[in-house]
């Protein structure tokens, strides 16, 4: 499905159902150098449980025009404005790593239409190496290829995504790259700064309305479980902890789905 | 800077797909050996069916033994994911089907293992699926031969009967530039010897039956995507990046950014055609997989002093091992396959056709059947076994002589093979009076 956001093409998966009147919406918003396809499964879920769906696409990112924006609060206003252009008056928020700093942010920006905040894979501050932002400069199949292997957890993670037969690593790789190369310019080291300097945390934890969830991976090497106790505590939220690493919709689609519907029933 | 990667290849070997069984923490993978899997809840069967979970549902379209072999197969790939089939045969056909129909075309190297070529010329042309045929070496052939209803471009990494190497990142480019797939056989290289998406190849099937497996007990195949092809972009593939009619008008390419071509495979291919591998046959693979990294470098090892010892016996007139200076693609072979050209190739016996037999009824040690890749040594004499219908004239036409003769190493002490071998050639000799 394509919505016309800030002049710009926005594309959002619809979780296999056309896109529909209703009250409750859910918005899946994918971490850097992803997109929709990293949702497919929880989104067919809700589709198929009573909730409008939205897995976009970031600007710059699969089928959403670029270029991409230049920082979480950008980001954030610009999920917003989607949901004006999709006519979604309130819907539940939910981000993986990256994509779950822009759901914070946009909750915080307008707590009266994010009714509920999960964020998945997550940690405040989302600091990034400089080491590794100097890889994604120079390198970017390099800090690719190290991202993967530190992104996943094992190398049997049942029943894999989206099904039998998947090589986890292989089709995170692989949509890293399809991303990169379709994208204006370096987009891994931007997406990694966008990360790395977002600073609003806290401050806009402290202004989140509605119940907020965590979802995290115990073997997350990437957004490590103890880097966002503070962010726990600033937003009062719950905490899920399932045995993953930081691809968490991959490695554990039924946990992750079961931790969801913690915050999320349907 | 320096940082973590994947497990290397003989580590995934070993691990990739599997851990220990939670059930019962077994080390080994199990066999699987049921047809159904019990649904936790009505909610949850049809999730299931929905593509809203992950999980299996019916051991056709996938079985936790069998999704090990895939999974495994693809992470030596380097590819996102895989289908096990019924045969090598049907992994080929499989590819073809999620991707090509009535009015369709596929353009092919003429160096095809005869089961191939019969598929491409004769049977699936009965569907409406035409091929051309080109000469691999033909660079400029494989580009003029590409239609707009191209669908697939389809090569063996060596081919069949000359052990052509296939020029991947070439032909790949020539793909590429018309938004097609290049699909490669890797049967007689697997990806120990070569990986053909490093080169270029978008999808790669095997006929799991030879060198995989490698002990000569089962049938079976293999699929494997590289997810790197952007079938939506390519605007050729309306199978794969339009509303599917068959599931509630899924498009794939939306469901799986890289992964869309297998989604149709399997809920598709496996669903309909059926052409599945038997979670029994996935498991004795999957040994013969984990022991894939030593056997390989035995085969090529064992190849090279057989050919060696070939090459300059006076009985023979020719041996066809792209390792030779003499083979015509030589020079790409040390590029392409640095670890080797496998263990499979043939050789000319300077005689008739009666030498022939005569070689091949005086070996001991090599079997006399039709497969390769075994870990016996096997031997065929295509003049009076595949080919036995045609003529000389025919025979030539084809690449065969009437003292061809094929031989799979296998990874007996290459000594007793070599003795094996001169004696037979001996027999031969004698044969000519």
């Known amino acids: 499905m394509k919505f016309d956001v800030q002049g710009r093409t926005a594309y959002a998966y619809t979780g296999g159902r056309p896109w529909g009147d209703g009250e409750r919406c859910v918005v899946f918003i994918h971490g850097a150098l992803n997109d929709h396809s990293v949702w497919t499964l929880l989104a067919r879920w809700y589709a198929h449980h009573g909730y409008r769906v939205l897995a976009i696409d970031q600007p710059g990112h699969g089928r959403s025009d670029g270029p991409p924006l230049a920082s979480v609060e950008a980001l954030a206003d610009w999920v917003l404005a989607l949901l ?39 940690a405040y501050p989302m600091k990034v190496s400089d080491a590794l932002l100097g890889t994604a400069r120079d390198d970017p199949a390099r800090a ?29 790789s692989a949509l890293m790259h399809r991303i990169q190369e379709g994208a204006e310019g370096n987009l891994f080291e931007h997406d990694f700064r966008v990360c790395d300097a977002y600073a609003n945390g806290l401050e806009a934890a402290a202004r989140v309305a509605c119940p907020a969830h965590l979802v995290v991976g115990t073997r997350d090497a990437m957004t490590p479980p103890k880097a966002t106790k503070e962010l726990a505590a600033a937003l009062r939220a719950t905490v899920s902890r399932i045995v993953s690493g930081h691809a968490l919709m991959q490695e554990a689609p039924d946990a992750v789905l079961n931790a969801v519907r913690q915050a999320i029933s349907a | 800077m320096p940082g973590p990667s994947d497990p290397s290849f003989d580590t995934l070997a070993l691990h990739a797909g599997a851990a220990p069984d939670p059930a019962t923490g077994a080390r080994a993978t199990p066999i699987h050996l049921t047809t159904s899997f019990v ?34 197969v693809a992470a030596l790939e380097g590819g996102v994911g895989a289908v096990a089939t019924a045969s090598g045969q049907a992994a080929l056909h499989l590819a073809v089907a999620t991707i090509a129909g009535a009015g369709s075309h596929i353009v092919a190297s003429a160096a095809l293992y005869g089961g191939s070529h019969n598929l491409l010329s004769y049977t699936l042309s009965r569907f409406g ?37 296939l020029d991947i990142p070439r032909v790949s480019a020539i793909a590429h530039e018309a938004g097609v797939p290049l699909l ?23 006929s799991a039956t030879k060198f995989l497996s490698g002990h000569g007990t089962v049938v079976g195949g293999v699929l494997v995507d590289s997810g790197r092809l952007d079938w939506e972009r390519s605007g050729r593939f309306p199978e794969l990046s339009a509303p599917y009619a068959g599931f509630h008008g899924m498009v794939f390419t939306e469901e799986s950014t890289v992964g869309a071509f297998l989604l149709r495979a399997r809920r598709e291919g496996l669903r309909d055609f059926g052409a599945c591998m038997s979670p029994h046959t996935a498991w004795l693979i999957l040994q013969g997989l ?43 072979a040390k590029t392409l396959l640095p670890r080797g050209c496998g263990s499979v190739f043939s050789f000319d016996l300077r005689g008739s056709r009666a030498q022939g037999v005569a070689f091949i009824e005086a070996l001991q040690l090599f079997s006399h059947l039709a497969n390769v890749g075994d870990c016996r040594s096997l031997v065929i004499h295509p003049a009076s076994t595949t080919h036995f219908r045609m003529d000389d004239a025919a025979l030539a036409a084809a690449g065969i002589g009437p003292g061809t003769i094929r031989l799979s190493i296998g990874l007996e002490d290459a000594d007793d093979l070599i003795v094996d071998l001169k004696s037979a050639l001996k027999a031969a000799e004698r044969a000519a009076a």
């Open chain 1, 84 to 122: 004006d252009a999709a006519g979604v008056a309130s819907a539940h928020l939910v981000g993986h790593s990256m994509g779950s700093l822009i759901a914070l942010e946009a909750a915080s920006r307008a707590p009266g239409r994010v009714a509920g905040l999960v964020m998945v894979g997550t």
């Open chain 1, 144 to 172: 690719i290829a190290m991202v993967n292997a530190f992104s996943h957890s094992g190398l049997a993670s049942k029943p894999s995504y989206p099904g039998p037969g998947a090589w986890l690593r292989g089709g995170s």
């Open chain 2, 39 to 72: 649904f936790e809840s009505s909610e949850h069967a049809a999730s299931l069916f929905n593509m809203e979970r992950a999980g299996h549902v019916y051991s056709r379209i996938s079985n936790p033994t069998t999704a090990v072999f895939e999974e495994r």
């Open chain 2, 129 to 165: 699926i035409e091929t051309t045929f080109v000469k691999p070496r033909d660079i400029d052939a494989w580009r003029a031969a590409i239609r707009p209803n191209t669908r697939l471009l389809f090569g063996e990494s060596l081919g069949n009967p000359g052990l052509d190497v």
């Open chain 2, 184 to 206: 490669v056989d890797a049967t007689f290289t697997t990806p120990w010897l070569q990986q053909p998406f490093k080169l270029g190849a978008d999808l790669v099937f095997h």
């Open chain 2, 290 to 332: 984990e022991t894939l990294p030593l056997r390989m470098e035995r085969h090529v090892a064992n190849a090279r002093k057989v050919v060696r010892f070939l090459a300059e016996h006076p009985m023979v007139a020719q041996v066809g091992y792209p390792e030779l200076e003499s083979h015509p693609d030589h020079a790409l």
